[in-house]
């Protein structure tokens, strides 16, 4: 599921009414749905109802069951039956009890139609069922709804994330009107009144809140393509009047599977379909019938959105979370996936910027719009759908990439494909799955980053070198501090060496605590020490570097940094680092400094010369600390290092409203700060 601005409608989340059946959890722990049977009369939009008849087929789990629990949300029951003779039943909030003819038990079968009709409803904050004057589809999360799931809404269920069942679908429509469901289409028959009968069937099993339907007067693209074992069908279903400029919206949509596949392995599925509905807050992962919004119609400014709804069809359609406390492993990892997406279509450049923009989004954002730095499992229910599940769940997913490195990474991910096809798994299953499979324990990894909240931030006190005969001595102390987070991360750490051909020579050394004294010769001199130089680690910095040939202005949107070359004669290496802590404060003169500072790294000959501007924004989601500062008592601070004094610049902040920026008109090796003078 993709939402547009997710944590910005957390604001506007009501108090939840929670159900009050005393055996809310029991009743869908006694009996299993093997299949779904779900006929719709959807021929009068203009009602605004549904007229359902649903048949389900029902294993049951325990002994002697005497009556059988469903979830049915706001609709009225008609009558239900089995075996062809009525039932009595009671349907109080969204429980509806059917009592048996007589008692069933472990592993018996029976089968319960349902007749039912109402107008469905939607949910307070995202999702449900709609219906207009042209459209009827349902969103299946409720975000305000406890469960999430929110099959209820138009067909009776079992509706939690771990019962699963195969589905058939009879839609009646108008006659200018498609049915799409998911699956593959059996049939469909014209009526005499004037209406038409689509039968669809799932054959694969899913649970309830991937269960969909919509219709409208669509038109389909119908292709297919070549996966890594079959030929795949793409149906993909658009209204007629946005058709042709709607279908520009695709034409990565093969792309999108061929990333995936090499990825995570086989597309087991039926059938890739999107389905365009007049829905404007995001879009929804129902298996094989991706529900999207018509405002990406024409433009390629939703494919992420695109390739990560069709990547649920491993993370979370697959291998389902076991429970909302677990939703990281679902929407975390198809956030991230749009990232494997850019990777494999836009190469890997584009890969860094898209993960490195998500990390900074998370570094300046996430805490606000969820209310604190969390961890990305277990959250309160009203952050389920939140920034820290889909933003900070994409970079755990990234940095478990780098911890692991990409050969363990990538076969782990297929096997576990394979090994829980069909299957839910909960967080603490996935983490022994992934030490048992790698032979690495994840202990550590876990425990700091999914089941702890916070950042590591790395920085260095010490980097020398000096000749040693014919060889070079390295002395360096890094130190690990953590930006709201309560243990030390124990950690593998990468870090790198720049040597005279601007070659980054990579090392791991062991972290286990607050500071790191590392030495070594080496047969060349080091001149930059970089740390996690290629950004496999989400920890509190946004950072990049680049190989300066040109003059003129570049932008580092990511570490609110612009350098402006004025000379150069032959290339020059830099590296800007945006560090989202507070510095060490060791000058009595300041009051209050920022709680973020740049550290610029670069090699260069004599000739380079070069400006730079460091951004700043007074607001709330960045430097709201220093907005009682009169504009005139803004500075900026310069150390060469962090042994030496910060000392402070005669610089004037260029401000309008509350943003603006400061002018560095020569840049220096070193530390810079924003701060409020006495």
């Keep these: 599921m993709w939402i547009k601005n997710p944590f910005l409608s957390i604001i506007f989340l009501l108090l939840i009414n929670q159900i009050t059946f005393s055996q809310n959890n029991n009743y869908r722990d006694s009996v299993d749905v093997t299949h779904y049977k779900i006929e719709l009369d959807l021929s009068d939009l203009s009602s605004g109802e549904i007229i359902g008849k649903t048949s389900i087929k029902i294993t049951a789990k325990l002994a002697d069951l005497k009556n059988i629990g469903l979830d049915l949300l706001g609709l009225h029951v008609d009558k239900i039956e089995s075996k062809g003779k009525n039932l009595s039943f009671s349907h109080k909030s969204s429980v509806l009890r059917v009592n048996l003819q007589k008692t069933i038990t472990k592993k018996d079968t029976i089968e319960l139609t349902i007749s039912y009709h109402g107008k469905p409803q939607k949910d307070r904050r995202w999702g449900g069922f709609f219906i207009t004057s042209t459209h009827a589809f349902n969103y299946g999360v409720g975000m305000a709804a406890t469960p999430p799931n929110f099959g209820r809404v138009w067909y009776p269920c079992i509706d939690n994330f771990t019962d699963r069942a195969t589905y058939e679908y009879i839609i009646k429509t108008g006659l200018k009107h498609v049915a799409a469901c998911p699956g593959t289409m059996l049939s469909v028959k014209n009526k005499p009144d004037n209406t038409k009968t689509y039968h669809w069937k799932l054959h ?10 919509a ?11 070549q996966g890594i074992s079959k030929v795949i069908p793409i149906e993909i279903y658009i209204n007629k009047n946005e058709f042709e400029e709607g279908k520009k919206s695709f034409v990565h949509v093969k792309d999108f599977l061929h990333s995936f596949e090499k990825a995570f392995g086989d597309y087991v599925w039926e059938k890739i379909g999107y389905v365009s509905t007049p829905f404007a807050g995001g879009a929804m992962e129902h298996a094989t019938n991706i529900a999207y919004s018509s405002n990406c119609n024409g433009s390629l400014r939703c494919e ?43 190469g890997k450049k584009a890969y860094k910027d898209y993960n490195r923009k998500n990390h900074k989004k998370v570094l300046q954002f996430a805490h606000l719009y969820d209310n604190g730095y969390r961890a990305v499992y277990g959250l309160p229910h009203k952050y389920t759908y939140g920034s820290t599940v889909y933003d900070k769940g994409a970079d755990v997913a990234q940095t478990l990439r780098g911890y692991l490195g990409d050969s363990l990474f990538f076969s782990t991910l297929k096997q576990y494909f394979i090994d829980y096809a069909f299957k839910e798994i909960s967080t603490k299953e996935f983490r022994d799955y992934f030490s048992q499979k790698t032979k690495t324990d994840l202990t ?13 931030h790395f920085s260095y006190e010490t980097f020398s070198v000096n000749k040693s005969g014919k060889k070079y001595q390295v002395d360096i102390n890094i130190k690990q501090r953590l930006l709201e987070s309560r243990n030390y991360l124990k ?19 062991p972290f286990t605590g607050k500071s790191e004294i590392k030495s070594g010769k080496f047969d060349y001199k080091p001149l930059m020490l970089l740390i996690d130089p290629d950004e496999k680690m989400a920890d509190a910095t946004t950072d990049e570097y680049k190989t300066i040939k040109n003059i003129g202005q570049i932008e580092f949107t990511e570490e609110f940094f612009s350098l402006d070359v004025k000379q150069l004669i032959d290339s020059t290496f830099f590296r800007i680092t945006h560090h989202w802590i507070t510095p060490e404060n060791n000058n009595d003169n300041i009051m209050k400094l920022a709680n973020r500072y740049w550290q610029i790294q670069y090699v260069a000959a004599n000739n380079f010369s070069a400006s730079a501007k460091l951004k700043f924004d007074l607001s709330y989601a960045l430097d709201n600390g220093l907005k009682n500062f009169r504009k005139e008592n803004l500075c900026v601070l310069y150390r060469k290092n962090q042994l030496t004094n910060w000392e402070l610049l005669d610089l004037k902040p260029i401000k309008q409203g509350n943003r603006g920026y400061f002018l560095l008109p020569k840049i220096k090796n070193g530390e810079y700060t924003i701060a409020g003078k006495n």
Excluded: R
Excluded at 215 to 225: G, L, P, R, W
């Design 491 to 509: 950690t593998p750490l990468e870090i790198g060496f720049l040597d005279k051909n601007w070659h980054i020579n990579k090392f791991t050394i």
């Design 204 to 213: 694969q099993t899913i649970p309830t809140y991937l269960s969909s339907v």
């Design 304 to 346: 992420t959105t695109l390739a990560h709804e069709l990547s649920h069809h491993w993370f979370g359609n697959l291998v389902t979370c076991k429970t909302e406390k677990d939703m990281w492993l679902n929407e975390g990892w198809a956030s991230y996936s749009e990232a494997i997406f850019t990777e494999y279509l836009y």
């Design 215 to 225: 219709v409208s007067d669509y038109q389909a693209i119908k292709d297919t393509v």
């Design 444 to 456: 550590d990894f876990f425990d700091f980053w999914v089941f702890g909240a916070g950042f590591p």
